[in-house]
Protein backbone atom coordinates (compact mmCIF):
# COMPACT_ATOMS: atom_id res chain seq x y z
CA UNK A 1 0.00 0.00 0.00
CA UNK A 2 1.57 3.42 -1.40
CA UNK A 3 1.86 6.47 1.68
CA UNK A 4 -1.11 8.25 1.68
CA UNK A 5 -0.73 12.00 0.62
CA UNK A 6 -3.21 14.49 -0.13
CA UNK A 7 -2.93 16.02 -3.48
CA UNK A 8 -4.69 19.19 -4.91
CA UNK A 9 -4.29 17.91 -8.56
CA UNK A 10 -8.10 17.13 -9.70
CA UNK A 11 -9.26 19.70 -7.32
CA UNK A 12 -6.74 22.58 -9.21
CA UNK A 13 -7.95 21.17 -12.73
CA UNK A 14 -11.58 20.89 -11.90
CA UNK A 15 -11.42 25.00 -11.94
CA UNK A 16 -11.13 24.04 -16.14
CA UNK A 17 -15.28 24.68 -15.66
CA UNK A 18 -14.94 28.39 -14.64
CA UNK A 19 -12.51 29.10 -17.74
CA UNK A 20 -14.33 30.63 -20.71
CA UNK A 21 -13.37 30.16 -24.38
CA UNK A 22 -13.25 32.64 -26.79
CA UNK A 23 -12.99 35.46 -23.83
CA UNK A 24 -12.42 38.12 -26.04
CA UNK A 25 -14.79 37.65 -28.88
CA UNK A 26 -19.01 38.16 -27.71
CA UNK A 27 -20.55 34.82 -27.42
CA UNK A 28 -23.84 34.07 -28.47
CA UNK A 29 -23.09 30.36 -27.33
CA UNK A 30 -20.73 29.56 -23.87
CA UNK A 31 -18.37 26.93 -23.64
CA UNK A 32 -15.46 26.11 -20.91
CA UNK A 33 -12.33 24.53 -21.11
CA UNK A 34 -14.19 21.75 -19.67
CA UNK A 35 -16.83 20.82 -21.91
CA UNK A 36 -14.33 22.17 -25.08
CA UNK A 37 -11.72 19.04 -23.67
CA UNK A 38 -14.53 16.71 -23.51
CA UNK A 39 -15.36 17.35 -27.26
CA UNK A 40 -11.83 17.55 -28.29
CA UNK A 41 -11.37 13.71 -26.22
CA UNK A 42 -14.17 12.51 -28.43
CA UNK A 43 -13.24 13.75 -32.16
CA UNK A 44 -9.88 12.61 -31.11
CA UNK A 45 -11.36 9.49 -30.40
CA UNK A 46 -13.04 9.36 -33.62
CA UNK A 47 -9.72 10.55 -35.44
CA UNK A 48 -7.81 7.88 -34.44
CA UNK A 49 -10.42 4.98 -34.83
CA UNK A 50 -10.84 6.55 -38.26
CA UNK A 51 -7.30 6.64 -38.83
CA UNK A 52 -6.74 2.91 -38.00
CA UNK A 53 -9.68 1.81 -39.57
CA UNK A 54 -9.52 3.09 -43.29
CA UNK A 55 -6.44 4.61 -43.63
CA UNK A 56 -3.82 1.50 -41.88
CA UNK A 57 -2.91 3.38 -38.75
CA UNK A 58 -1.87 1.86 -35.43
CA UNK A 59 -2.69 4.72 -33.19
CA UNK A 60 -3.51 3.38 -29.84
CA UNK A 61 -6.77 4.89 -29.94
CA UNK A 62 -7.17 5.28 -25.72
CA UNK A 63 -4.01 6.98 -25.50
CA UNK A 64 -5.34 9.55 -27.53
CA UNK A 65 -8.16 10.12 -25.85
CA UNK A 66 -6.60 10.11 -22.20
CA UNK A 67 -4.34 12.71 -23.73
CA UNK A 68 -7.18 14.83 -25.00
CA UNK A 69 -9.04 14.61 -22.16
CA UNK A 70 -5.62 16.58 -20.27
CA UNK A 71 -4.73 18.69 -23.20
CA UNK A 72 -6.12 21.91 -22.21
CA UNK A 73 -5.12 21.37 -18.39
CA UNK A 74 -2.30 23.91 -18.33
CA UNK A 75 -5.37 26.59 -19.09
CA UNK A 76 -6.04 26.86 -15.15
CA UNK A 77 -3.28 28.44 -14.75
CA UNK A 78 -2.19 30.15 -17.71
CA UNK A 79 -5.66 31.16 -18.87
CA UNK A 80 -7.51 30.57 -22.41
CA UNK A 81 -4.84 32.78 -24.30
CA UNK A 82 -7.06 33.47 -27.42
CA UNK A 83 -5.17 32.14 -30.83
CA UNK A 84 -5.15 36.15 -32.80
CA UNK A 85 -2.62 37.12 -29.55
CA UNK A 86 -1.08 33.85 -29.15
CA UNK A 87 0.50 33.36 -32.46
CA UNK A 88 0.61 37.35 -32.63
CA UNK A 89 4.67 37.38 -33.25
CA UNK A 90 6.97 34.52 -32.78
CA UNK A 91 8.38 36.12 -29.56
CA UNK A 92 4.85 36.21 -28.16
CA UNK A 93 4.17 32.44 -29.41
CA UNK A 94 7.70 31.48 -27.75
CA UNK A 95 6.23 33.26 -24.54
CA UNK A 96 3.59 31.82 -24.52
CA UNK A 97 4.75 28.21 -25.19
CA UNK A 98 7.53 28.85 -22.38
CA UNK A 99 4.67 29.32 -19.82
CA UNK A 100 2.51 26.61 -20.90
CA UNK A 101 5.55 24.27 -20.49
CA UNK A 102 6.23 25.44 -17.01
CA UNK A 103 2.41 25.16 -15.97
CA UNK A 104 2.31 21.29 -17.27
CA UNK A 105 5.18 20.78 -14.89
CA UNK A 106 3.34 22.55 -12.11
CA UNK A 107 0.20 20.58 -12.76
CA UNK A 108 2.61 16.87 -12.91
CA UNK A 109 4.40 18.03 -9.28
CA UNK A 110 0.43 18.55 -7.53
CA UNK A 111 0.31 14.46 -8.38
CA UNK A 112 1.94 11.78 -6.21
CA UNK A 113 5.23 11.16 -7.07
CA UNK A 114 4.14 7.39 -8.07
CA UNK A 115 1.88 9.26 -10.50
CA UNK A 116 3.98 11.22 -12.18
CA UNK A 117 5.55 9.02 -14.99
CA UNK A 118 2.05 7.69 -15.74
CA UNK A 119 0.77 11.43 -16.55
CA UNK A 120 3.71 12.67 -18.48
CA UNK A 121 2.90 11.97 -21.25
CA UNK A 122 -0.44 13.41 -21.41
CA UNK A 123 0.78 16.64 -19.47
CA UNK A 124 3.58 17.70 -20.60
CA UNK A 125 2.91 18.25 -24.07
CA UNK A 126 7.04 18.23 -25.29
CA UNK A 127 6.81 14.50 -24.30
CA UNK A 128 3.54 13.63 -25.57
CA UNK A 129 3.66 10.65 -28.63
CA UNK A 130 4.10 13.26 -31.72
CA UNK A 131 1.22 11.41 -33.98
CA UNK A 132 -1.38 11.31 -31.10
CA UNK A 133 -0.28 15.10 -30.55
CA UNK A 134 -0.80 15.46 -34.49
CA UNK A 135 -4.55 14.18 -33.99
CA UNK A 136 -5.14 15.83 -30.95
CA UNK A 137 -4.26 19.38 -32.36
CA UNK A 138 -6.67 18.04 -35.60
CA UNK A 139 -9.25 17.53 -33.03
CA UNK A 140 -9.01 20.40 -31.30
CA UNK A 141 -9.08 22.59 -34.50
CA UNK A 142 -12.44 21.01 -35.91
CA UNK A 143 -13.46 22.13 -32.61
CA UNK A 144 -12.79 25.11 -33.51
CA UNK A 145 -14.22 25.24 -36.40
CA UNK A 146 -17.49 23.75 -35.26
CA UNK A 147 -17.66 26.74 -32.72
CA UNK A 148 -17.13 29.36 -35.17
CA UNK A 149 -19.73 27.70 -37.51
CA UNK A 150 -22.61 27.58 -34.36
CA UNK A 151 -21.89 31.01 -33.65
CA UNK A 152 -21.81 32.33 -37.53
CA UNK A 153 -25.33 30.07 -38.13
CA UNK A 154 -26.59 32.02 -35.07
CA UNK A 155 -26.05 35.47 -36.05
CA UNK A 156 -23.03 35.87 -34.58
CA UNK A 157 -20.73 38.01 -37.10
CA UNK A 158 -18.04 37.97 -34.32
CA UNK A 159 -16.95 34.96 -35.65
CA UNK A 160 -17.19 35.23 -39.61
CA UNK A 161 -13.66 35.65 -40.07
CA UNK A 162 -12.54 33.52 -37.81
CA UNK A 163 -14.39 30.98 -39.37
CA UNK A 164 -12.84 31.48 -42.45
CA UNK A 165 -9.41 31.12 -40.87
CA UNK A 166 -9.82 27.79 -38.71
CA UNK A 167 -11.43 26.17 -41.72
CA UNK A 168 -8.58 27.68 -44.12
CA UNK A 169 -6.10 25.62 -41.01
CA UNK A 170 -8.19 22.88 -41.99
CA UNK A 171 -7.78 22.53 -45.26
CA UNK A 172 -3.96 22.78 -44.84
CA UNK A 173 -4.36 19.32 -42.73
CA UNK A 174 -2.80 16.81 -45.56
CA UNK A 175 -4.71 14.82 -43.25
CA UNK A 176 -7.66 11.55 -44.96
CA UNK A 177 -8.65 10.78 -41.11
CA UNK A 178 -9.36 14.67 -41.08
CA UNK A 179 -11.25 15.37 -44.18
CA UNK A 180 -13.00 11.99 -43.68
CA UNK A 181 -14.75 13.30 -40.31
CA UNK A 182 -15.53 16.85 -42.06
CA UNK A 183 -17.62 14.95 -44.55
CA UNK A 184 -18.88 12.73 -42.84
CA UNK A 185 -20.29 14.24 -39.16
CA UNK A 186 -19.25 17.53 -39.87
CA UNK A 187 -22.68 18.79 -42.06
CA UNK A 188 -24.86 17.40 -39.00
CA UNK A 189 -23.79 19.84 -36.67
CA UNK A 190 -25.59 22.67 -38.63
CA UNK A 191 -28.94 20.96 -37.81
CA UNK A 192 -31.74 21.38 -35.41
CA UNK A 193 -33.23 18.62 -33.06
CA UNK A 194 -36.00 18.20 -35.20
CA UNK A 195 -34.04 17.72 -38.34
CA UNK A 196 -31.33 15.46 -36.31
CA UNK A 197 -34.31 13.26 -35.54
CA UNK A 198 -35.81 12.87 -38.82
Request: charged share 25%; proline share 5%.
Amino acid sequence: MPTQVKSHFYAYISKLRWLQRWGMKRNVINENVMEHSWEVATIAHALALIKNRYFDGKVDVNAVVVAALYHDCSEVITGDMPSPVKYHTPELTRAYKAIEHEADRELLNLLPAGLQDDFRPVLVEAEMDPEQMSLIKAADTISAYLKCKAEVQAGNQEFRQAELDVGARLQRYDSPEVTFFLETFAPSYGLTLDELLR
